[in-house]
């Protein structure tokens, strides 16, 4: 086996796919782009880890715990209508960090957040950076993989 692999900045992971063979890199481009959906999944049902706990600590009332839950995924809903455009017109790099932008200060955010209104604000915007993942990931996944027998009409 080669050398572990170590990760500790962006430009490690840039450096990696770029040093790497053409089907290396589209391996990693791949992997990184389904890494980040399993991110967004993960992030969608990670609180009900913690429910118990935010409804003791926030004194929710079940619906206020449903809201809260739910959410995100309306967050995602805006995120992704409006996410296929933007990656079109501003490209998937400023899509992708922009996406990581949301991740990061919704997940600060939202571990800090002093009432139930702040959380809500907090996981609608977690939402909005899960819902622009999805077609900035999807697209590298549909370009980077495979391209022996895309778009042949059946005969």
Known sequence: MGQPIVLRSRQDVVDLV?????????????????????????DMTSLGIG??????EFHLTAGELGTITASM??????????????VDKVGRLRMFLLDLFFFVISAIGA????????LIIFRVL????V??????????????TATAGKAKCPS
């Open 18 to 42: 770029n040093k790497g063979t053409i089907g290396q890199t589209r391996f990693w481009i791949v992997l990184i782009a389904i890494g980040g959906t399993f991110i967004d999944a993960y």
């Open 51 to 56: 429910a118990i706990q935010l409804r003791e």
């Open 73 to 86: 995924a309306i967050g995602a809903l805006f995120g992704a209508l409006f996410g296929g455009y933007y």
């Open 111 to 118: 571990a800090l957040a002093p009432n139930y209104y702040v």
């Open 126 to 129: 977690m939402g909005v950076g």
């Open 131 to 144: 819902g622009l993942d999805f077609p900035v990931a999807l697209s590298f996944v549909a370009e980077y």
